[in-house]
């Protein structure tokens, strides 16, 4: 499979007409809903350098959601914060170690996920295809505002600077990360990592690969659904979203990725608005993406634009 | 507390679990799931009786056509979820999920938690959730032995530190391809990392220091060093590089441990070639010839 295939592949998603009409009123009643945001201390999981909350907030359709937010204990105030969203079905991390480079941290478990599940709880498989031929009540439509809405938390803490928010995350982390920079201007910079839900109409085309793989098993059993399923993900698709990002970005891919597929991820990079953006695309790597090689450019990336101040102990 | 040593009764401990284990009936109920089934394979969805008892979860996929086929167990990582077998191993294996006590699908009455699994209990042995856990990795193979889809001699393990318990547990296993995790050498390992899931551990001793000694010493009980020797599957061990926390030289004493030889893949860090590297070696064991293979990993 050549480079020149990859990058050249394009895309058969299309950009709904009334898209930003959706998403508009998807915020503005996803706005009226306060936060309710509660913080608990969570003495179990901090250490001498480090202080773990356990957050609850509410968000579309009054669902709770929780998430772990860390704080330097000996910080110098304001600090810059780091969202890190979690991949399809991983739990997220509990994201004491960039606490302990200077940032106030946040590992959001988005609805569906262990302690987000009481009123959704579509399973894995399952959450890829919940509702997936209603774009009105489809299952990522509450997802995609739980992870905005992080970003509404940490501008309402008097320990951050919301001049200074980053967001990372891999495969579905990246995708919303791709997706926060691009529905939240607070965003000052986002490195995204093998990014999943770009291009999902062709991704399934490309591979067999969970998770794309459930919209695969669900045409097989409901072939008529195709053109519901098509016109439903136009409008959660990274490629729709991408080009409002303004921020400095920063994407990885890995050419040999099964999962999401590299054509993909050279199609969303290429929509991406910003002007200060770089893609990173490392033969040799399937899904990791070579994380456990980029993790070093991550950190300088965000270091460089966020200025974290490291605790001493 | 150092576990180089294994417990004095650890033969008794595991004794007692296997015992428990098959003291219960499996109780297999196996359903047809069409949504997961394609040309290939057929799936099912499975529950099973494991200790407790407790009912444990898994998907079952089978080749369509003639078997008995070389089976894959697949005990998991460190997490609620397991994928179903892939498609493109589903085409030759029979393959198993497990999702074990505490993930999803097994998650009732106890639902486990991430972090929080890797210490539930562990103040004491016989309360330790990883107890009942390598129990329902035991009846998961024990389900496989008996499938008549499954060639009994062929049966591969593939995980964690779990993988490698279970073909202790299950010297009848062919071949194991385990990633040691959490379990090495725990007492010596997690203080040296912030990294989870060894910080739950390090999070325990933070908050029960009364209870760290009674929590390293249950942990000896899981220590694969302790159970290499009663493995008599054709092993791969994947290891992480000099750089990594679970490098070749730190692995070397448990590799020492095995009364056979094993064979050591350093891992590239890569999926893709980590996942071609694993689906050529079980192919090849089992006369499969060039394994099936995502298309961007050919």
Redesign the interface.
């Known amino acids: 499979m050549s480079a020149r295939n990859l990058v050249d592949y394009g895309t058969a998603v299309v950009k709904p007409a009334d898209f930003d009409a959706f998403w508009e009123e998807t915020l503005a009643r996803a706005a009226s809903i306060p936060l309710n945001a509660t913080v608990t201390p969570v003495p179990l999981r901090s250490t001498p350098t480090v202080e773990v909350f356990e957050v609850h907030y509410d968000s579309w359709d009054h669902v709770r959601v929780a998430g772990w937010y860390c704080l330097p204990r000996q910080r110098r105030e304001p600090l810059p914060a780091m969202v890190f969203y979690p991949g399809y079905i991983s739990e997220p991390t509990l994201p004491k170690g960039y606490a302990a480079k200077g940032y106030a941290t946040f590992g959001v478990a988005p609805r569906g996920k262990l302690r987000s599940n009481a009123r959704f709880n579509p399973g894995y498989p399952g959450l890829l295809t919940y509702n997936i031929v209603d774009r009105h009540t489809y299952g990522y439509r509450g997802f995609y505002v739980d992870a905005f809405r992080v970003i509404d938390f940490l501008l309402a803490q008097p320990e951050v600077d919301g001049t200074r928010i980053g967001v990372q995350g891999g495969s579905q982390g990246g995708a919303l990360t791709l997706l926060a920079a691009s529905m939240c201007p607070a965003i000052a910079a986002a490195a995204a990592q093998a990014p999943y839900l770009a291009g999902m109409i062709d991704a399934i085309a490309l591979t067999h690969s969970y998770p794309y793989e459930e919209i695969n098993e669900y045409l097989r059993l409901h072939p008529g659904a195709r053109d519901a399923v098509t016109e439903t993900l136009a409008y959660y698709d990274c490629h729709n979203f991408v080009e409002r990002i303004r921020c400095p970005i920063i994407v990885n891919i890995g050419l040999n990725d099964d999962v999401c597929p590299p054509e993909t991820g050279y199609e969303v990079y290429r929509r991406i608005g910003s002007a200060q953006k770089q893609l990173y695309a490392y033969a040799g790597h399937g899904h990791d993406s070579n994380g456990y090689g980029h993790a070093a450019i991550v950190d300088e990336f965000f270091a460089d634009l966020l200025r974290p101040v490291p605790v001493t102990a | 507390m150092s576990s180089a040593t294994a417990p004095a009764d650890f033969a008794v401990y595991w004794g007692a679990a296997m015992s428990e284990l098959a003291s219960l009936p499996i109780a297999a109920e196996i359903t047809p799931n ?3 089934s ?1 040309d290939h394979a057929a799936v099912y969805d499975v529950r099973l009786t494991s200790s407790g008892p407790y009912r444990i979860f898994g998907f079952l996929t089978v080749p369509h056509g003639d078997g008995p086929f070389p089976t894959l167990l697949h005990t998991g990582g460190y ?3 397991v ?2 077998g ?3 191993d589903r085409q030759n294996y029979v393959t198993f999920a497990l999702r074990h006590r505490g993930r ?2 097994a998650d009732v009455p106890f ?1 486990a ?3 929080g699994l890797l210490t539930t209990g562990i103040a004491n042995p016989q309360t330790y959730i990883y107890r009942g856990i390598v129990a329902d990795c035991c009846r998961a193979f024990d389900f496989l032995a008996a499938h008549p889809a499954v060639a009994a001699d062929k049966i591969a393990i593939i995980g964690d530190d779990l993988a490698l318990l279970t073909a202790a547990l299950r010297p009848q296993a062919d071949a194991l391809y385990t990633t040691p995790g959490f379990f090495y050498r725990a007492a010596e390992i997690a203080p040296k990392t ?3 899931p060894w ?1 739950e551990f390090n ?2 001793a ?2 029960y220091p009364d209870q760290a000694a009674a929590m390293w010493a249950t942990l000896a009980y899981f220590d694969p060093t302790h159970f290499a020797a009663h493995v008599r599957a054709a092993t791969v061990m994947v290891t992480g590089n000099e750089q990594d926390m679970l490098s070749p030289a730190v692995l070397a004493p448990l590799v020492a441990a095995f009364s056979q030889p094993v064979t050591q893949v350093v891992s ?6 980590d ?1 071609v590297a694993q689906a050529t070696w079980l192919a090849r064991r089992y006369g499969l010839g060039a394994p099936v293979l ?5």
């Open positions: 069409p949504l997961r394609n997490g609620s979820v994928h179903i892939s498609y493109e999803r699908l639902a938690a991430y972090p912030g990294a989870y910080e999070d325990f933070r908050a590239a860090h890569s999926s893709y070639k996942g995502p298309a961007h990993w050919q």
